[in-house]
């Protein structure tokens, strides 16, 4: 399988101390991306190194994330890494774009996912714009997948990039997707694909504050707000 790393963090899966896998290769070309490097990593590891780490962490990890990359481009590996972290009684999270909806299906169907977050990159007409691929359908269908699955908590998240959004796509988007928590991410414009975005300006955290306040009251959920200067907020 195709690795790129991994860390431990308690930041990842709220509440939880998470051994995070970030898996390489992704189809995208989502031009804020900010984990370019994985993009084509070639770095590999078994599936028994991947165990030994888990079991190392075990101690202290409440759970195991797989990042990426687009980490259902492995479905197989994550198959394999989730059922061995079900049987140790870990719980499991998945970071997905969600443009794979019946490797998600696979998935729900052997029960091996208790958080999902995935990212919404633009409205869904708009996906050919900031991904490169016309695929918001795909999407749409995952996030309904995860929705109809009482059993799975769903975040949904956007990075929110000053050239490529405007406060009006993301009451746009907003109104037409549902989840248990939306959370704006800040852009950052270091490391990324698209070289023309790292002149652009971070967004202000109290800019993107106040944006999470006006959509609040279209989503029904948890609304968070992203940050590097303030962490994770929630929007009361």
Do not use: W
Not at 63 to 85: H, K, R
Not at 87 to 104: A, C, F, H, Q, R
Not at 156 to 161: A, D, G, M, Q, S
Not at 207 to 222: E, S
């Amino acid at each position: 399988m195709y690795v790129g790393g991994t860390l431990i963090s308690s930041v990842e899966f709220h509440g939880n101390m998470s051994l995070v896998i970030f898996m390489s290769k992704c189809p995208l070309a989502c031009r804020y991306c900010h984990n370019v490097e994985l993009l084509e990593d070639d770095t590999q590891k078994t599936f028994e190194e991947i165990k030994s780490e888990i079991d190392n962490a075990s101690d202290f990890i409440d759970a195991v994330v797989i990042s990426g990359g687009e980490p259902l481009m492995q479905l197989d590996a994550i198959m394999e890494i989730f059922t061995y972290v079900k049987s140790v009684n870990l719980k499991t999270k998945l970071d997905t774009s969600g443009i794979y909806p019946e490797k998600i299906k696979k998935l729900l169907e052997l029960e091996l996912l208790d958080f999902v977050s995935l990212d919404i990159k633009a409205p869904f007409e708009k996906y050919r714009k900031v991904t490169g691929s016309n695929v918001g359908s795909q999407v749409k269908k995952s996030m309904k997948l995860l929705n109809n699955n009482p059993n799975v908590h769903l975040e949904l998240r956007t990075t929110y990039v000053p050239t490529l959004h405007t406060k009006k796509d993301i009451h746009n988007l907003v109104n037409d997707v549902e989840g248990d928590i939306y959370t704006i991410q800040q852009f950052r414009n270091k490391n990324v694909l698209d070289p023309a975005l790292e002149k652009v300006d971070v967004p202000n955290p109290h800019d993107l504050v106040k944006l999470a306040h006006d959509i609040k009251p279209l989503f029904d959920g948890i609304v968070k707000v992203k940050t590097a200067e303030f962490g994770e907020q929630v929007i009361e």
